[in-house]
């Protein structure tokens, strides 16, 4: 099986900054495309950024110019660095990936984190 556990949300003012990260683990050949989605109560989920295994990126318009995707094959994480972060911004993150096993292809998720911008 595999899983992924996110890190580094929080609570912080208007205009600060966090970074998230998720790192999966279990039985792993390799992953395509990693995301960050985020949910607030009565909505639905969100694609914020995505990266696929070549680099590609893919950014919300509401977050351009102020978050960062990242990720790192030979440790199976992917980061957001979330810059000069808005009320907004506040909601549940989540990370997806694509995850590719010896006999299987299917996507997961981690158990999300939460994101606090306080104004």
């Known amino acids: 099986q595999v899983q992924l556990v996110e890190s580094g949300g929080g609570l912080v003012q208007a205009g600060g900054s966090l970074r998230l990260s998720c790192a999966a683990s279990?039985?792993?050949?390799?992953?395509?495309?990693m995301a960050w989605y985020r949910q607030v109560p009565g909505k639905q989920r969100e694609l914020v950024a995505s990266i696929t295994r070549g680099g590609r990126i893919n950014y919300a318009d509401s977050v351009k110019e102020r978050f960062t995707i990242s990720r790192d094959n030979a440790k199976n994480t992917v980061y957001l660095q979330m810059n000069s972060l808005k009320p907004e911004d506040t909601a549940v993150y989540y990370c997806?990936?694509?995850?590719?096993?010896?006999?299987?292809?299917?996507?997961?998720w981690g158990q999300g984190t939460q994101v606090t911008v306080s104004s």
């Open positions: 279990g039985r792993i050949n390799s992953i395509s495309t």
């Open positions: 997806n990936m694509g995850v590719r096993s010896t006999f299987m292809y299917d996507a997961f």
